[in-house]
């Protein structure tokens, strides 16, 4: 058992979009990913997300309204539920959510992630 600096994690990546596993707890993924620009419309059928903002503002958008998510807060998105996230400037986001999320939900694109690294 050793504590994770997020900071250190953050720092060692650049790119945006692309998750790294930082752990995982029961049958969830504790990942860190940097965010920039707007990603796609997707839900995910059998998992719900929580977005823990660490760095930045995001915009979260659904189909009926749209939370603004700052420094040091959440939001949970339910299963079944059509999001796109967005960041005007560079965030940095902590996701936890079960192992088998796939990034884009029920869209498999250019966008799509490969298996996801450790970091």
Request: hydrophobic fraction near 40%; glycine fraction near 6%.
């Amino acid at each position: 058992m050793q504590t994770i600096n997020l900071k250190d994690k953050f720092n060692s990546f650049s790119d945006h979009w692309n998750q790294r596993v930082l752990g995982e707890i029961n049958d969830c993924a504790v990942k860190a990913v940097k965010v920039k620009g707007e990603f796609i419309w997707h839900h995910h059928d059998n998992e719900d997300e929580l977005f823990l903002v660490v760095k930045g503002t995001l915009r979260m958008k659904f189909r009926d309204h749209e939370a603004i998510v700052r420094e040091g807060e959440f939001v949970i998105v339910p299963r079944g539920v059509e999001h796109c996230p967005v960041a005007d400037e560079e965030v940095h986001i902590v996701l936890i959510e079960p192992k088998s999320t796939l990034n884009t939900g029920n869209i498999v694109n250019e966008r799509t992630a490969a298996p996801l690294e450790s970091i």
